[in-house]
């Protein structure tokens, strides 16, 4: 209506328009923009079809397939009977055109079909109707073209693309941390990174300037106690600001791997009874996450982490040395107070899971130092940083692919690991505060989907690396602080103006 108001004709309604879809949630636009262009404008089927290829454009930011969304036809035809109509129309067209392509390939054209097996495909939808289609990462956007989307791929190469997440850092930076952008103007002698955040890059020449390293440590201290000020005032819960602040704040999911921080967490408070009077360095581990509400083994990850906290909290042994605080209601206001004083960015998905994040990018502009897997944007972080400016650990997504195809056994991990065989017994029998979670250590044991004992050991060795360097003050500060300066590649203003040059073709307004 607007544009029509303006221009008088909707067939140039992709010259002024671009419309994005984010991810496979709002997909019927496509069918609904049909519905418009043809019911409400007169128009034939090839003349809207054209509109829309033009038009619509998409993103895909999960190759899990729970959120590659389909739904029953019953209930579509039922609820939404024009739509389904034109989504049906949308089939027929467009299995006619790939048995054009690959005729008598009936296994190929029923993969990429919208409509098959008695469901409406979301994700096949968006991808046939879009004229482009991008990943969020380098390595997702090459996994969507190698797995989820390979036979659409083959079919329409130049449709696929990447643009890499960005974040927003005037907030997570400039209003997250007041004292760190200060200190940056203050060294930079001007404030570019705030309206173009690759002049971070500038803070690289400070990393052996002994003088700035220990403003950067004294920044982080000063965060670190607001923080538990916060916490103190809101929950009662005192933390040691002399502890490494060890952060895992996002979505509570399997593949994310938050169970595998918690049997690493139960492997060093055995530690400590082991040997009470060991030299530990004193570590604070921060979850914060949100389950979803039918999600119960995501639940039961909550429930395990938050006995595990209660059980440290009450034992004389490990006081002053390990801590585990669940931050509850975990939302932007609290990541904002977090994000400045987290020492240690925990990222540790299964390989070829995660397709982006975006805390790990929010973490690192703050100074916090990544462990991870090279999964999703952790990738292009260690290309801005380099394996000694973060703690990498973990199989490589092939590696994951190989170990899978060869027939991956937990079990054989369990076996040949006696530390792992410990930390599962313990919490099989009621370690933890005599609840029982045999649930999840027996799921892990005999299925695990994600592999968290196959990354075990190496994670335990990542661990300590951290811990070692830790101790070297200068290390960690210069650590931080090349993070700060090589994370300006991860700005949305970059993402944005990708999106705008390579996908809606658009030009800038000043």
Not at 142 to 163: E, G, Q, S, W
Request: charged share 25%.
């Amino acid at each position: 209506r607007d544009h029509m108001a303006v221009y008088g004709n909707i067939r140039t309604l992709a010259d002024k328009a671009a419309i994005h879809i984010n991810d496979t949630h709002p997909a019927l636009c496509i069918p609904e923009l049909m519905r418009i262009l043809m019911d409400v404008y007169s128009y034939s089927w090839d003349e809207a079809w054209e509109v829309v290829v033009k038009s619509i454009s998409y993103t895909n930011h999960t190759v899990l397939p729970e959120a590659l969304e389909c739904w029953r036809v019953d209930l579509f035809s039922m609820k939404l009977p024009r739509i389904f109509m034109i989504v049906n129309e949308i089939n027929r067209r467009f299995t006619a055109d790939l048995w054009n392509l690959y005729p008598g390939d009936w296994d190929r054209i029923s993969r990429m079909a919208v409509i098959g097996y008695s469901q409406v495909r979301m994700a096949n939808l968006s991808v046939a109707a879009s004229h482009t289609v991008n990943g969020v990462s380098a390595l997702h956007s090459d996994i969507l073209k190698k797995t989820v989307f390979h036979d659409f791929y083959k079919a329409y190469p130049d449709r696929f693309t990447n643009v890499t997440n960005g974040i927003a850092h005037r907030r997570w930076l400039c209003q997250a941390n007041p004292r760190l952008t200060e200190y940056i103007t203050e060294l930079l002698g001007d404030d570019k990174f705030v309206y173009d955040a690759e002049n971070l890059s500038r803070l690289a020449d400070f990393k052996d300037d002994e003088a700035v390293l220990n403003k950067i440590g004294e920044i982080k201290k000063a965060n670190k106690e607001e923080f538990a000020k916060h916490i103190y005032k809101t929950t009662g819960v005192k933390l040691n600001t002399e502890s490494i602040f060890d952060v895992q704040v996002k979505r509570l999911h399997e593949y994310k791997r938050q169970h595998l921080n918690a049997l690493n967490i139960v492997s060093e408070y055995l530690a400590i009874k082991e040997n009470p009077n060991g030299d530990f360095v004193p570590k604070t581990y921060i979850f914060g996450a949100k389950a979803a509400p039918g999600y119960f083994v995501a639940q039961r990850i909550i429930s395990m982490i938050l006995a595990l906290s209660e059980m440290i909290d009450k034992d004389p042994d490990v006081k002053g040395r390990l801590k585990v605080l669940y931050v509850e209601d975990y939302n932007v206001t609290n990541a904002e107070r977090l994000m400045p004083a987290a020492d240690v960015s925990e990222q540790i998905s299964l390989a070829g899971k995660e397709a982006s994040g975006t805390g790990n990018m929010k973490l690192m502009m703050n100074g916090a130092l990544t462990i991870g897997t090279l999964d999703g944007a952790n990738v292009e972080i260690n290309e801005a940083v380099g394996d000694d400016n973060m703690f990498l650990f973990g199989m490589r997504a092939h590696e994951v692919t190989e170990l899978r195809n060869a027939g991956y056994n937990p079990q054989t991990y369990y076996n040949n690991n006696p530390e792992l065989r410990k930390v599962l017994d313990f919490i099989s029998h009621g370690g933890i505060e005599g609840k029982d979670f045999s649930d999840i250590s027996g799921t892990i044991i005999h299925h695990d989907p994600f592999m968290v004992l196959a990354d075990f050991a190496d994670y335990q060795r990542a661990q300590q690396r951290i811990r070692e360097t830790f101790k070297d003050t200068k290390k960690w500060n210069q650590m931080s602080l090349m993070n700060i300066a090589g994370s300006g590649r991860f700005a949305a203003d970059r993402a944005i103006n990708e999106y705008a040059k390579d996908i809606w073709n658009t030009q800038k307004m000043v």
